[in-house]
């Protein structure tokens, strides 16, 4: 049967599932659809024609196999806060499984846990520390993200240079297919057999179907920690710090930086972490491991970022003092959304050795089009998240960072460099794909997609351009003035 978009009064779609879900967690009216409009991207606005949230895994099946039975397309929702437009339905059921909150088990002796696809983030990590452990990867968004949402986005976070991404920490997925069927993929000991079915499902955007059930690797948490701040007055400066701390072999556990227009954004805000605002850069970095010789290469460390020309580094005396920092660095994105109505955030990945020339190009590219790029980023990872803040109402304005935004992206790809670290393609990357792939490699995303769904029902018209599979439904282009 040929996908179609449902109207929420046609064949009593709506009707039946509330008779799955209940009346209140099904929504048709435009303004109760208006919350989901967006995701942590709000220059994109797409509205879905029904939302509909089950509370449980029964209640998620049955709505996924009623879907099927009508060959109805459907968005997974988590949290909403990707940053590609991931999770914006257009015209069809946006399936929100943020209630699915169940933590099915922690096993501490063996460091897994298996959780449901709504459990947020930082909460695994709390709960989880009660035994000594935590869960690795750590968005910036990690107090309201979902583990589904990580899954479908292989998400990283700060202290992913060391630990690694997402992919690193799933050992298992139970997967509701969009023909809701049931499959396993992986396996508890995280060992593979076969095809790695499950390291193609992660990253794959809610295209392949729901993360249902999710088993995690558990991290014992590290005996010794010291978190850096080092003060630099250029951007470069800071750069070759990087690189110099890579070079010596010493993996730091994040390695992370802020320009100056991010430190005044963040200092000015409620998330104040004491940054020195006269600094052109700074740069976090965290060391962890045993507590024998971790001073030794704070030492170190620090003696690089002398050498690099840092103007001062000190280290958090206390864990309240690293939370401070730490927090003005999380909670960055949204001291600068607050300072304007828009904030469009790239996340182009560049070999390390080419972060100084790269920072050097956009800085140019920002003032050729009179635009404020901010940066904060992974800089430990080469991963790059420049960002403007605009008025997106003002159609001049908007053109002027988008043709800024696509001459960075252009700029990264040329360095050798890639369109997405960890925020995934969504709508946002999808005109860059073809910049970065031949029409083959395209096909076969597009021939794996078939294998997983084959109507191409779930999350339509994201990741691989319209042109390279045959989509039912085609991809509005841009609407001037609304996105950059
Ligand atoms: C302030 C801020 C900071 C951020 N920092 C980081 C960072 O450091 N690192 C990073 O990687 N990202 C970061 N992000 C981006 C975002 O938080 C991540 O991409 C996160 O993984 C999205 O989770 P979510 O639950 O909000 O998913 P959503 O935004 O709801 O959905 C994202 C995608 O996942 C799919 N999806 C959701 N749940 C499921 C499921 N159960 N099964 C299948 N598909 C599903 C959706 O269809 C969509 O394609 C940040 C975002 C914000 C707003």
Redesign the pocket.
Known sequence: MPPRAPDPDDDGLAERLRQIVGDRRVLVRPGELRAYES??LPGYQLRPSIAVFPGTRDETIAVVRLLAERGVPF??????????G??LAEGVVLLG??R?TRIITIDAENQRAVVE??V??ATLTRLASAHGLHYA??????T???????????????H?LKYG??LDHIVALT?LLPNGAIVTLGNDDGEQEGYDLLGAFIG?????????D?TVRLVRDPQAVRTLLADFPSVMAAASAVSAIIATGIVPAALEMMDNATIQAVEASIYAAGYPTDAAAILLIELDGAAAGIDDDVARVARLCDDAGARGVRTAADAAERARLWQGR?????AM?RISPHLV?Q?AVVPRTRLPAVLAEIQAIGERHHVNVCNVF?AGDGNLHPNIGYDSSDPVQAQRVHDAMSEIMAACIAAGGTIT????V?LDKLPYMDALFTAPTLHAMCALRDVFDPDHR??PG?VVPVHSCREWHSVRPPVAGRRP
Not at 421 to 424: L, M, P, Q, S, V
């Open positions: 995701d942590g968005v997974p929702r988590g949290a909403g806060t990707g940053l590609s991931g999770a499984l943020h699915l696809p709504g947020v983030n990867p750590d968005p910036s968004s990690q309201a993200c979902t583990i589904g949402g990580n899954v479908a986005e292989n998400a990283g976070g700060p992913c991404v997402t997967v794959s955007e809610g295209c392949f179907g729901i993360a249902l999710v999380k909670k960055a994105f949204g959304g955030v996340d992974h670290g960890e925020h995934g969504g779930a999350n994201k």
